[in-house]
């Protein structure tokens, strides 16, 4: 149980166009999603914290209007990476929590290149 | 104030001895711990927690960890590593009561040679 997935799991796309990342719990209902960036050999950074049917709370030093995050549903929380630069190049990874749960359960990320 | 320290970038042991992987921890208040594992291109996979009770903790694949609250420590531990267990561990602390967001380390890499 507690199965997150993500798709797509690596997209490469050019410099100026949106990439729209899914993130969806399987077989439970996730209270809380939560996006995370991570660098080569380097620890997740937390990027934003979105409860269903909320505006997500982003981190200091986000860009909200360069990563567009939705939380639709309880299973569903989608991260649009709008105008893409080569600096937006990462790994990509969702996590999300049941209310009942202490830990998070992860995607298994999204390796973004951009060209 | 949540953090957490995981003091080596890199910890290399061979394929049948014991493993440590430490963390140390900073809270204004009781921690719940927690430990996850991330193998290359992957998420990472809960291994295990500590919320309360028992100091020693058991997880998956083996994996224990040991609350020291005087050290203020979690090490994860393997009696027997195996090759196989070579990937990223993260430690993770949040405060019980407090905000359900957790710190990370940041990262350990484990490399267990044949």
Not at chain 1, 5 to 25: A, D, F, L, N, Y
Not at chain 2, 61 to 81: C, D, I, M, R, V
Request: hydrophobic residues 35%; contains cysteine; positive net charge.
């Amino acid at each position: 149980g507690a199965v997150v997935s993500q798709h797509p799991s690596w997209v490469i796309c050019k410099s100026g166009t949106s990439v729209k990342i899914e993130c969806r719990s399987l077989d439970f209902q996730a209270t809380t999603m939560f996006w995370y960036r991570q660098f080569p050999k380097q620890s997740l950074m937390l990027m934003a914290t979105s409860n269903e049917g909320s505006k997500a709370t982003y981190e200091q030093g986000v860009e909200k209007d360069k990563f567009l995050i939705n939380h639709a549903s309880l299973t569903l929380s989608t991260l649009t990476v709008t105008s893409a630069h080569p600096e937006d190049s990462s790994f990509y990874i969702c996590s999300a929590r049941l209310r009942e749960a202490y830990e998070q359960y992860f995607g298994p990320g999204t390796r973004l290149t951009v060209t | 104030a949540q953090s957490v320290a995981q003091p080596e970038d890199q910890v290399n042991v061979a394929e049948g001895n014991p493993l440590t992987v430490k963390c140390t921890y900073s809270v204004s208040g009781n921690p719940y711990l927690f430990w996850y594992v991330q193998y290359p291109n992957r998420g990472l996979q809960f291994l295990l927690k500590y919320i309360t009770g028992d100091n020693l903790v058991k997880g998956s694949y083996g994996f224990e960890a040991e609350f020291n609250k005087s050290q203020t420590s979690f090490h994860l531990k393997k009696p027997s590593a195996l090759v196989s267990d070579s990937a990223l561990y993260f430690c993770a602390v949040r405060i019980s009561g407090g905000s359900y967001i957790p710190t990370f380390g940041r990262g350990t890499s484990l490399i267990v040679h044949p």
